[in-house]
């Protein structure tokens, strides 16, 4: 079956470094979607990607899909505690209403 | 506007023991589903209803759990009997009609945290 994994799993940054988490699909997705969930909350929605190569933009945080559909980033410039969450993608297969959500990547802001 | 609504939030409940959690989706929403979250196996998409059909279900870890959605506002999700490796956040989310945004986005409910001891 369809699978989405995330690396790294676990990212500590200081305040002011930057951070990337990467999402691979093992199929052609139709879009993908990015939430952050905050430690002890529910996953709320970023951001959707359709377009292969598209690339978004919300503030310090930067979407991009890539050209093949299957895999996408998230950086965020300048992290900042706020920041702090677990990031995850979830992809959408072509042809269902099935989104998988990939593994998630915890970021911890270290002040 | 409301957003999904879960209850209980919490709930510790004794092995054996039938547990039903209950949604009440955002209104005019079509879709519907039920995923599960734990340390190992992250966030698994359990069942998912469209306009209150079950349309996939391979999700559902056993016969022990099943989900229904009687109406357009309401759903539970019940295991029965209980286990303590159930325990786990169980989040409801429903999503509008449609293929592009905001048509597909997928607002979570605040999740139910079920331990089972």
């Known amino acids: 079956g369809q699978q989405v994994m995330q690396i790294p799993q676990y990212q500590h940054v200081q305040e002011g470094e930057d951070f990337t988490t990467y999402c691979n699909s093992s199929t052609t997705l139709s879009n993908i979607q990015w939430y952050k969930q905050r430690p002890g909350g529910h996953p709320v929605f970023l951001i959707q990607?359709?377009?292969?190569?598209e690339v978004k933009k919300q503030k310090r945080l930067t979407f991009q899909f890539g050209e093949a559909k299957k895999n996408s980033s998230l950086h965020i410039t300048a992290t900042q505690t706020t920041d702090v969450g677990t990031y995850f993608c979830?992809?959408?297969?072509?042809?269902?209403?099935?989104?998988?959500f990939g593994t998630g990547t915890r970021l911890k802001v270290l002040a | 506007d409301a957003g999904v609504i879960q209850s209980p939030r919490h709930e510790v409940t004794e092995m054996g023991q039938e547990v039903t959690l209950r949604c009440k989706p955002i209104s005019g929403h079509d879709y519907l589903f039920w995923y599960r979250q734990t340390m190992m196996r992250g966030l698994e998409l359990l069942i998912y209803f469209n306009n209150n059909v079950p349309i996939d279900d391979s999700g559902m870890p056993e016969d022990r759990f099943s989900a229904k959605m009687p109406n357009a506002s309401f759903s539970t999700l019940k295991i029965q009997p209980s286990e303590p490796r159930d325990s786990a956040v169980y989040f409801c989310a429903s999503s509008p009609a449609g293929w592009g945004p905001p048509g597909n986005t997928i607002y979570f409910g605040e999740g139910s945290w079920l331990t089972v001891v």
């Open positions: 979830a992809g959408l297969s072509s042809g269902t209403y099935k989104y998988i």
């Open positions: 990607l359709v377009k292969s190569g």
